[in-house]
């Protein structure tokens, strides 16, 4: 049970004085961190930070709240006003290597609109060293479908069998994540980026333009362009979205042989404190101690799409400065469900 489900269920809520909240900080800063792998077979590697019980009990601790119980009905944890989304800092033209995403989105979003009605991903995973040693890379069939439900099978041959058992394994969030990047193909910028951000888990939510922020929605950028790869609008909006981080780097770049586009996104590792948005003071110095820590080791992930469609090639994953500790390549069709429930590929 996280600090939101306390609320939720006990409901009075008391302003609590500075001991408590240096202690619900404390408390936040020597939990261990969170190894937040994709619960997805979209293969994306995502980085350690606080998780989402920390990050709801240092937004407790920050707001000067404490639980105490009660048996009165609660009301719903605090959300940000419907339409009225925090300031963000927007990084569009900062750079040419930022106008070339917003340039490749105006004209993947005029594309025509595919056929079929599912994206189908046949996706090798395998790192340089497991290469180098000769091993063969895992293989996996990813079959999305535009009215948000995935399926998953190592094979293409193993997706029919899914299909028909009805195992649906999106468990909502692909859904999410590629309705944010639809808003932002031709909505806000600032609420698109996030209704992203948010998606993986709606209850939690980051500081605006903080580095934990801009992570998140790298990642969930990512999960959006693989699970919307077949839809030009999903695509276009992840350009726009990507176009306003700062930590990601945009170059042009040939991959066998044609124009691709290859981002870089670098994040180093970072203060507890800073990660988490919580600003302990001076009162405490322990406390203080606590927040110059660092979590995580530092990241670098780097996606190469196609220059003219923005279409997903491969992956490079692992630690800042280091070789890649994980290498993924994608190839991308349009499918129709019923044919790959029938085994018509």
């Known amino acids: 049970m996280d600090a939101l489900e306390l609320l939720t269920r006990h409901g009075h809520v008391d302003p609590a004085d500075e001991p408590v909240i240096d202690a619900a900080a404390m408390a936040v800063l020597d939990a261990p961190d969170i190894d937040h792998t994709s619960r997805r077979r979209s293969g994306w590697p995502r980085r350690t930070m606080v998780g989402a019980a920390a990050a709801a009990a240092v937004a407790l601790a920050v707001a000067g709240v404490s639980l105490a119980t009660g048996n009165g009905t609660s009301?719903?944890?605090?959300?940000?006003a419907a339409g009225s989304p925090p300031p963000m800092a927007l990084h569009v033209g900062d750079s040419g290597g930022h106008t070339i995403l917003v340039r490749l989105a105006s004209a993947v979003l005029a594309s025509p609109a595919p056929a079929g009605n599912a994206t189908l991903i046949i996706r090798s995973e395998g790192s340089?060293?497991?290469a180098a040693s000769g091993?063969?890379?895992i293989t996996g069939a990813d079959?999305?479908?535009d009215s948000g439900q995935y399926y998953f099978a190592a094979t293409e041959s193993g997706l029919p069998a899914q299909v028909n058992a009805g195992n649906?394994?999106?468990?909502?969030?692909?859904?999410?994540?590629?309705a944010a990047a639809e808003q932002a193909a031709t909505g806000n910028l600032a609420s698109a980026a996030q209704a992203l951000e948010d998606a993986a888990d709606p209850a939690v939510t980051f500081p605006a333009g903080s580095q934990l922020a801009d992570s998140w929605l790298w990642e969930n950028s990512l999960d959006a362009l693989i699970a919307g790869a077949g839809n030009p609008t999903v695509r276009a909006g992840v350009m726009r979205l990507?176009?306003?981080?700062?930590?990601?780097?945009?170059?042009t770049v040939a991959a066998d042989g044609k124009p691709a586009v290859q981002?870089?996104?670098?994040?180093?590792?970072?203060?507890?404190?800073a990660s988490s948005g919580l600003n302990p003071g001076a009162t405490d110095p322990s406390l203080q101690q606590a927040c110059a820590s660092l979590t995580g080791t530092g990241s670098q992930e780097q996606l190469t799409i196609d220059a003219t469609t923005g279409i997903p090639i491969s992956f490079l994953g692992g630690?800042?400065?280091q070789p890649p500790a994980a290498e993924i390549t994608y190839q991308v069709s349009r499918v129709t469900l019923s044919n790959i429930a029938a085994g018509k590929f």
Request: some cysteine; aromatic content about 6%.
């Open 135 to 137: 091993g063969a890379p």
């Open 242 to 251: 990507l176009a306003t981080l700062p930590e990601v780097k945009v170059t």
């Open 75 to 80: 009301p719903a944890p605090a959300s940000r």
């Open 128 to 130: 340089p060293s497991q």
């Open 263 to 273: 981002l870089t996104a670098t994040f180093p590792p970072t203060s507890k404190c």
């Open 143 to 145: 079959l999305y479908t």
């Open 168 to 178: 649906d394994q999106g468990d909502g969030v692909f859904s999410r994540e590629v």
């Open 319 to 321: 630690a800042a400065g």
